[in-house]
């Protein structure tokens, strides 16, 4: 895709020196950790949290595929739509991140591969400003040819 791009997932994301990361939160009181960010916690009520880093790498935990254009507002990068896949990752064991993946093929993906995260296009505006989100990638990505 060409022409500028912007990342509509900033509030869930940072910049670190390692890439992007997404941001969640975790709980001082009971160390459950969330994604995206909560002011409190889903496990033991606390308000007791604080920003976390997750980690750029993790498990696919299960995975499907779209084989559908998503609705308003969530639009599709490419017109005509193609699927994309779909899936949750296990960041360290401490948390499932749905996300969309890289790969759309089910035959190169298999439960359990490590991923790892990446930015997506995922819409281009009338005004050819591309908009990105974070998905993940199989760690061997060169492996497989719809990455």
């Known amino acids: 895709m ?12 940072v910049d670190t020196d390692g890439g992007p ?15 995206p960010e909560q002011g409190s916690c ?20 299960g995975f499907t595929v779209q084989g559908f254009a998503p609705k308003v507002p969530y639009l599709a990068a490419d017109d005509p739509f193609t699927p994309f ?6 960041l360290g064991g401490e948390v499932l991140v749905e996300a969309r993946l890289a790969v759309a093929d089910p035959a190169q993906l298999e439960i359990g591969m490590a991923m790892e995260l990446t930015l ?3 819409h281009r505006g009338a005004d050819g400003t591309t908009a990105c989100s974070y998905a993940f990638r199989p760690v061997d990505a060169a492996e497989v040819t719809n990455a």
């Open 21 to 35: 990361r997404l941001v969640g939160s975790k709980c001082r009181g009971c160390g459950a950790v969330s994604f």
């Open 42 to 61: 889903a496990r033991c009520t606390g308000e007791d949290v604080d920003r976390y880093v997750l980690p750029a790498s993790g498990t696919l935990w």
């Open 85 to 90: 896949g779909l899936g949750y990752v296990d």
């Open 2 to 13: 060409s022409g500028p791009m912007t990342n509509v997932t900033e509030p869930v994301m």
């Open 120 to 122: 997506e296009p995922f």
